[in-house]
């Protein structure tokens, strides 16, 4: 995780429904030369294979049209840009209602110690599981919980290895959020209480890469992601980081009393959720500049909703 906003590392076929081809009409009867007599018709069995012909007094030498059968076409399948389209820009959590209020206490402790991060993060994703929970539900999408892991910069994860550069990130390979424990600790040497909303911060925006994980969005944003390059690239990953961030504000809005998120701290909030790749030192625009960060970490937390999140549906100035 760079300082600011965590990291995340994180055809369709068309059925064609149409007719078979008609039999070509049977060729007309050669006038015989033979004197008329009159004979009574005699049924005949129709042929399993022929069609049942009706018997015509006089028939005529004209070939009959034959009549076409209209066969309903199948509902296709959906395209992968359908489905894209679904799971991004109208995926059910933007509907599901508001972030609960949560009962959230977390330990009074210093972030001294490997054990001391571990407790305290542990805390905050027990708030932000039982927050988000009945969201996801709400979108049709079964819950899971997903776990948390202090570690030493350096160490090797499902997903990769921690650097320090990143100092922590999301693994949708377990469900697990990894986090720099050192990182929090030189906060804490440097303001206690800034390295307790910090690091709620953090695990507000992984946890939202969970949830992103969970809905579908992080798929077809992977998808996605695959086929876009450069600038294009850069414009998506910022998406998805926005929105991030922007469920975790909606978690920390919903909960500002329980975590007691005024003054001082709705300060130290703001430093973090306001932070962007503009901020020095000067690094890759992957996560969004402050501007963006702020206006989506503003909407989210006043709406206290995912509601206000939908970074796919809005044009490329709202996502920098």
């Known amino acids: ?47 399993a294979t022929a069609p049942l012909v009706t018997p015509m007094p006089k028939p005529s030498r004209a070939p009959v049209a034959p009549k076409t059968v209209r066969v309903p076409p199948k509902a296709p399948t959906p395209t992968y840009r359908s489905l894209e389209k ?32 571990q407790q305290y993060a542990s805390a905050v994703l ?6 988000w929970k009945s969201v996801v539900e709400h979108s049709d999408v079964e819950f899971t919980s997903a776990k948390v892991y202090a570690v030493n910069a350096g160490s090797k994860t499902r997903c990769g290895i921690l650097t320090k550069e990143v100092g922590g990130f999301y693994c949708a390979d377990g469900s697990g959020i990894y986090l720099d424990w050192q990182e929090f600790v030189e906060d804490n040497e440097y303001d206690r209480e800034w390295a307790g909303v910090y690091l709620q911060f953090t695990m507000a925006h992984e946890f939202g890469h969970h949830v992103q994980q969970l809905v579908g969005i992080s798929e077809y944003y992977d998808e996605r992601s695959e086929r876009v390059k450069g600038a294009l690239g850069l414009q998506e990953m910022r998406r998805h980081e926005l929105q ?35 901020d ?3 690094s890759t625009p992957d996560h969004g500049s402050r501007r963006s960060s702020t206006a989506w970490a503003e909407a989210a937390f006043k709406a206290k909703s995912p509601s206000a999140c939908n970074t796919w549906a809005v044009p490329a100035q709202r996502v920098t």
Do not use: H, W
């Open 126 to 131: 027990g708030c932000l599981q039982r927050a």
């Open 280 to 282: 020095p030192p000067a």
């Open 1 to 47: 995780m760079r300082r600011g906003p965590a990291v995340a590392l994180v055809a369709s076929a068309l059925v064609l429904a149409g007719c078979a081809p008609s039999r070509a009409p049977a060729a007309a009867p050669t006038p015989s030369t033979t004197p008329r007599t009159t004979t009574t018709p005699t049924a005949t069995t129709p042929s």
């Open 86 to 117: 679904k799971y991004l820009v109208r995926n059910k959590i933007y509907s599901a209602g508001p972030v609960p209020a949560v009962t959230c206490a977390l330990p009074q402790i210093e972030l001294r110690t490997r054990k001391e991060v």
């Open 244 to 278: 991030a961030s922007c469920f975790a504000s909606a978690f920390l809005g919903a909960n500002q009393q329980t975590l007691d998120l005024y003054d001082a701290k709705l300060q130290a909030y703001r430093d973090a959720a306001y932070s962007g790749d503009d």
